[in-house]
């Protein structure tokens, strides 16, 4: 992967760049009007990623964003509550798009690093007796991101699983980085997606394609969610040069991210040690690193800034600094970014 500057960008997974061999998979792609059902490599992925999530069926669409939105639209109704951790993506980082376009509204609920457990859903489900709004939806993110790459335990999500079906409540599984959980644990793929619900996937963190997001679900799910994609103009035409690097990435590209979970783990450990940050250590399961800037959000906001001086690209929200790795990073830019990252204290 080339590098600019032999600079490390820590910012985002969606910073990585198509390889020579998706870029050949691309160039070659077959390709047809997806709108009519008619682009081979777009049949080809979504028949792909059903038989590996043990769905009926999945769609191939732009974004994430779009894809988790259109599960809201597809499972709620205007005045639902969903219910979603307090920094869920589909909630905290998407403009509001739940109640703007689902018109559903979002019952916040507080994470363990980003992990919901059964008993702190079971309080909140209710049904449209009394004064209650009906609960439409439970979004649950794996992995978290806000919750610092966090993976859902298996049989956590089993028993939230249950409780939804007793009280026929579907389950959103928002898995925009559901390859990082994959490749950290030894999950079947079909373990992690809800009977009775649906899952949202993407191609263009940590695998590295530039564009392209899946809905999986059950055929009426399916059907009703090509529905709302339409109406969102989220149907595309010749868009298999897209499914194809998406292929490629599913094929060659999940691999890798274990090196970035080992790279993950080494930074953290190599950071944890100063007095100036908080890191947890447990809740670096898969490419992120969460460190927080004792000192509080201005020093933090310093710190990212001389950084990015000595080359080394992180993000600051608050007093945190956030670290992800991806293939824009080696076992090296690890290293520098500890090395001068305790320059920088040393000075303090
Ligand atoms: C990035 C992300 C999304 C949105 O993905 P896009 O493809 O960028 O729209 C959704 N959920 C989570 C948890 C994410 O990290």
């Known amino acids: 992967m080339s590098k600019i500057n032999n600079s490390a960008d820590f910012r985002s997974d969606t910073f990585t760049l198509p390889d020579q061999g998706m870029r050949e998979a691309i160039f070659k792609a077959e390709v047809g009007n997806a709108g009519y059902g008619e682009d081979p490599s777009v049949n080809k992925l979504e028949e792909k990623l059903a038989g590996f999530f043990g769905c009926d069926e999945a769609i191939f669409l732009p974004s994430a964003t779009m894809a988790g939105q259109i599960a809201i639209s597809a499972w709620a109704r205007p005045g639902d509550m969903v219910l979603i951790e307090e920094f869920g993506h589909s909630y905290y980082f998407e403009t509001g798009a739940m109640s703007a376009i689902a018109g559903a509204q979002a019952h916040l609920l507080t994470g363990k690093k980003g992990i919901l457990a059964a008993e702190d859903i079971a309080v909140r ?6 004064h209650y709004a009906r609960t439409g939806l439970i979004i649950l993110e794996n992995s978290s991101n806000f919750g610092g790459g966090t993976i859902y ?9 249950t409780l939804a079906n007793q009280h026929s409540v579907p389950v959103h599984i928002d898995g925009a980085r559901i390859w990082n959980v994959l490749a950290a644990r030894d999950y079947k793929a079909s373990s992690l997606m809800p009977a009775s619900g649906s899952m949202s996937i993407c191609f263009s963190k940590g695998l590295g394609a530039p564009m392209g997001a899946a809905l ?12 709302i994609q339409l109406m969102l103009g989220g149907v595309m035409r010749q868009i298999g040069f897209m ?3 998406a292929d490629y990435a599913f094929e060659n590209k999940r691999e890798r991210l274990t090196e970035d979970h080992e790279n993950a783990l080494y930074l953290a450990k190599g950071l ?8 947890d250590i447990e809740s670096v399961q898969t490419n992120m690193v969460y460190a927080r800037v004792l000192a509080g959000s201005d020093q933090a906001a310093r710190f990212v800034r001389l950084l990015d001086e000595r080359g080394v690209h992180c993000l600051n929200v608050g007093a945190l600094i956030r ?7 080696d076992h090296n830019d690890c290293t520098k970014a500890i090395e001068v990252f305790h320059e920088l204290l040393s000075r303090d």
């Open 323 to 329: 670290f992800v790795t991806s293939t824009l990073v």
């Open 243 to 245: 499914a194809a690097a």
């Open 153 to 161: 335990p298996e049989q956590t999500l089993n028993d939230i699983f």
């Open 216 to 227: 999986l679900g059950n055929k009426e799910f399916i059907h009703e969610a090509r529905k």
């Open 272 to 279: 944890a040690d100063s007095v100036a940050l908080d890191i």
């Open 125 to 130: 489900i209710k049904h449209p007796e009394n």
